[in-house]
């Protein structure tokens, strides 16, 4: 019997109910292969994958299957603005059912065409929400689990608690995962008891040795405290959690008066997303990988608040699993 199933770990045929989340453009193979090796889940991000890691993502996912047998999942980003990018998604999904993933996290848009053809294949979609009032919306697209993104996430953080989200979400019948703000094992089993099916971490596991972002980025992170952690709009258009540093005080973090006026009308504002994915895909691969400039951001939720050492992504699963069996 294991202790720590879950309506979700069933779903998802894994044993300890911890996911690590995709990251642009933190998520590497090797890191998704440590996680899911050591009983939770990678998820794949594919832009990450193929723009920042350099692998074509058949290859990418070939070379997940060499260094683990288990389970991992993949990012499917809805970003509509974009014909050409929505068609290298979709043709993402087929190459990563073809290679034998069942378990999809959703984020933004209309989940329903990436439903059908999953659960066509004998597999699960949770989709990213921020309030019941998008859940029902992916609800009926026909999602089989929530993930719930709280006030404390990082990347793009909602505006909600992790307590007062699973009380909006609880009674939707789906498994809901929570995201955002875990960085130990004791908030761990604290969103477990809330009655979370399981917690979803991006922060926690850039701090490891599997993760291929510089040293620097990994050091900040373990340095920060939550009160280093602010939301800004200047990168994606949408609140974006990063560290806060001189740069970021200096620009600010609202978006500027242009792109806000773009943001806003009808045509423009897909041009300005446009603008905005570009800059985010190349400033954000810079400042991971190449130890940043003093004009880079450094993504990272107040989870930071928990972690305190770069380990292997292994040692962390299994000390919270460890934790969450003791409190059992
Ligand atoms: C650097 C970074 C990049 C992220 N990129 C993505 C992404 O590409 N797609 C996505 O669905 N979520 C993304 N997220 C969100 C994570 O998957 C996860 O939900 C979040 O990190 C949980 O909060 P935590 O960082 O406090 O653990 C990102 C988070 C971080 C920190």
Redesign the pocket.
């Known amino acids: 019997m294991n202790a720590l199933a879950t309506p979700f770990t069933q779903q998802a045929g894994i044993e300890v109910p911890l996911i690590c989340?995709?990251?642009?453009p933190?998520t590497n193979p090797e890191l998704v292969a440590a996680v899911s090796e050591a009983g939770g889940i990678g998820i794949v991000?594919p832009l990450s994958m193929v723009y920042v890691h350099g692998y074509d993502l058949r290859d990418g996912l070939r070379l997940i299957r060499r260094l683990t047998a288990k389970p991992i999942g993949m990012?499917v980003?809805i970003e509509r603005s974009s014909r050409a990018y929505l068609e290298r998604m979709r043709r993402w999904l087929e190459v990563a059912l073809a290679e034998g993933v069942r378990f999809f996290?959703t984020?933004l848009g209309k989940p329903r065409w990436v439903v059908e053809q999953v659960a066509a294949a004998g597999g699960v979609v949770y989709h990213?929400v921020t309030d019941r009032r998008w859940a029902l919306k992916a609800l009926d697209d026909g999602v089989h689990g929530l993930i719930a993104?709280n006030d404390?996430?990082?990347?793009h953080a909602g505006g909600t608690s992790a307590e007062a989200l699973i009380g909006e979400l609880g009674d939707l019948s789906r498994p809901v995962i929570c995201?955002?703000?875990?960085g130990d094992e004791a908030a761990f089993v604290a969103a477990l008891r809330l009655g979370y099916a399981g917690v979803?971490?991006?922060?926690?596991f850039?701090a490891t040795d599997e993760c291929r972002v510089h040293p620097e980025y990994k050091r900040r992170i373990v340095a920060a405290t939550e009160d280093d952690i602010v939301l800004t709009e200047r990168v994606t258009g949408v609140p974006l959690a990063v560290i806060r540093t001189p740069y970021v005080v200096r620009v600010g973090t609202r978006a500027g008066p242009v792109a806000r006026w773009m943001l806003r009308g009808r045509r423009t504002k897909y041009l300005m997303r446009t603008i905005y994915a570009l800059r985010y895909v190349w400033k954000l691969k810079r400042a991971a990988l190449g130890g940043g400039s003093s004009r880079d951001y450094w993504?990272?939720?107040?989870?930071v608040a928990g972690i305190h050492s770069v380990e292997p992504a292994a040692v962390i699963v299994r000390r919270f699993a460890a934790a969450a069996r003791a409190a059992v």
Do not use: H, P
Request: hydrophobic content about 40%.
């Open positions: 989340g995709a990251m642009y933190a991000q990012n980003l996290v984020s990213d993104v404390r996430a990082g990347g995201a955002g703000g875990v979803q971490m991006g922060t926690r850039i993504q990272a939720g107040k989870s």
